[in-house]
């Protein structure tokens, strides 16, 4: 079973409106969780990342939060563009798989105009 | 900083022939570096860790003698799909760990390819 669960598996909306991207994992402790947008056809593209003990980081619109006791990570994008459609994936690092990166299974955001 | 190339961006080639992949950090050093593999509408999946003069560790499933990887510099990787079939095509991604470990990855834009 995967660790890093994301929901929804994919998502659309409307330019200008906000939206939320949803992590779950099941193992902890972790080294850092990042998101990553994954345009179609390119490599991921760091967005966010936060340690252990951070609560929240943001990057432009984009807002990421971070519920160690729930294990639970969001991503926020406010104010959506149409160059918001992407993947979104959440990346967990876990200490006990020797810091190796465990990847959820994305989430694909579809910005309409 | 902190910038990752791959060469090709896409390839098209033969069934049975072979094909190079290579990925370049090119402002930093990357003692290791990491390569992925990307069906469509899944996430990655890691085929293998190489460190820099050393054998690349392999991941369960992933066959050593079909996808070679050679990391004979700081800056550079190569991963070679040997004898490719139809099922290796696929979008390859590599990543250069930068830092203490391997959370500290950059991801380079990929290699699409396609074996005909």
């Known amino acids: 079973k995967n660790q890093v669960e994301q929901s929804p598996q994919s998502l659309i909306i409307l330019e200008g409106k906000n939206c939320t991207l949803q992590c779950n994992y099941t193992v902890s402790p972790f080294s850092n969780l990042r998101w990553y947008k994954q345009d179609t056809g390119r490599g991921p593209v760091s967005l966010t990342i936060?340690?252990?003990?951070?609560n929240t980081k943001s990057n432009g619109r984009y807002t990421a939060t971070l519920d160690a006791d729930t294990k639970q990570s969001s991503l926020h994008i406010t104010a959506s563009q149409l160059s918001d459609s992407a993947s979104y994936i959440c990346v967990v690092t876990f200490k006990a798989a020797g810091n190796k990166l465990t990847f959820g299974g994305g989430t694909r955001v579809l910005v309409k105009p | 900083g902190a910038v990752v190339s791959q060469h090709p961006s896409r390839v098209i080639c033969k069934s049975g022939t072979s094909v190079k992949i290579e990925c370049r950090s090119l402002?930093?050093?990357?003692?290791?570096m990491f390569w992925y593999r990307q069906f469509p509408k899944q996430s990655l999946m890691l085929m293998a860790t190489?460190?820099?003069?050393?054998?690349?560790?392999?991941e369960q499933g992933v066959e050593k003698d079909k996808f070679l990887i050679n990391h004979a510099s700081l800056t550079l990787s190569t991963l070679t799909v040997t004898s490719a079939h139809p099922e290796d095509s696929s979008f390859y991604i590599c990543?250069?760990?930068?830092?203490?470990?391997?959370?500290?990855?950059?991801f380079g834009p990929g290699t699409r390819l396609l074996v005909l």
């Open positions: 990543s250069a760990g930068r830092g203490a470990g391997k959370e500290t990855q950059y």
């Open positions: 936060m340690t252990f003990s951070e």
């Open positions: 190489s460190n820099e003069g050393s054998k690349a560790t392999y």
């Open positions: 402002d930093f050093q990357a003692t290791t």
